[in-house]
């Protein structure tokens, strides 16, 4: 699959008076792994939800692949959002559950098929795809939802905040699980959170925002080792 990098270029949002995204400016290489990380209420859903086209800027540009699809319909934009409360339909099966997707898309059923087995074999699922949602770990879910975005093959991966609804320690597990697949995939993956160590850890670079404002991009080492301001140091640093 084509790698496509993501542009954010003056990006500005607001909801009636309260500006949430202030001129939002990032880059984002074909195939790499980028954290925004945030504390709670500083815009990373929002822009999030606006790459995916759920949310609307009023200023700026959105390119995928040098091109700007501002005024694309999600359906048509070939981006996948994974969500933190996963949103899996609860009286659907996994099978179903995964399949969703494809059968909303008219695939053919024997290569629906075989693209459903692929994603619950990716996620180490394929022994769970008679089982409903609710019978399944958190952890279990995460992978569902996982599977159910990637079987769909987008070039773009949004996670937001995927794994903050699991316990500790399968939280370091999981974080590891999704960073050697997205390694697999290659695909270009901006994956929310406002915990620092999982940002520092997994990303290739990342991005810290506050109140809607970019306050410095760069490689975790580059942001840890020389913070461009007190936030990012408070907020990266030992301190926390
Ligand atoms: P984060 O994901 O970083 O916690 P959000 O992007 O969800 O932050 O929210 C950023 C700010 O935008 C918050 O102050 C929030 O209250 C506000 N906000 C989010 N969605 C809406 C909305 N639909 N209408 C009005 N304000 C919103
Ligand atoms: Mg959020």
């Not at 995204?21 to 990380?37: H, Q, T, V, W, Y």
């Not at 959105?62 to 969500?83: A, K, Q, T």
């Not at 008679?130 to 019978?135: A, E, S, T, V």
Request: glycine share 8%; aromatic share 6%; hydrophobic share 40%.
């Amino acid at each position: 699959m084509k790698k496509v990098g993501v542009e954010c270029r003056n990006i500005r949002l607001s909801y009636g008076n309260t500006e949430v995204l202030k001129d939002i400016n990032i880059s984002i290489a074909p195939g790499e792994f980028f954290a925004l990380l945030g504390p709670s209420g500083s815009g990373k859903s929002t822009l999030l939800r606006l790459i995916a086209g759920f949310n609307q800027h009023q200023h700026g540009q959105l390119l995928v692949d040098g091109r700007d699809i501002s005024g694309v319909p999600p359906w048509d934009r070939n981006i996948g959002m994974v969500f933190q409360n996963y949103a899996l339909w609860p009286h659907m099966t996994v099978w179903d559950n995964v399949a969703f997707g494809l059968v909303e898309r008219k695939v053919p059923k024997a290569e629906l098929r075989e693209r459903v087995q692929a994603a619950l074999e990716l996620v180490g699922l394929a022994d769970y795809a008679k089982r409903r949602p609710n019978h399944l770990s958190g952890g279990q879910q995460q992978r569902v939802a996982l599977a159910r975005t990637i079987v769909i093959e987008p070039q773009v991966l949004l996670l937001d905040e995927p794994l903050s609804n699991l316990d500790k320690k399968l939280r370091v597990q999981m974080r590891r699980e999704l960073l050697a697949l997205q390694r697999r995939l290659g695909i270009t993956t901006i994956f929310v959170t406002h915990d620092q160590e999982e940002a520092m850890t997994t990303a290739d670079r990342m991005a810290v925002l506050n109140h809607g404002v970019v306050q410095q991009l760069g490689s975790p080492a580059n942001l840890f080792d020389f913070p461009s301001n007190r936030f990012v140091a408070d907020f990266v640093g030992t301190m926390n």
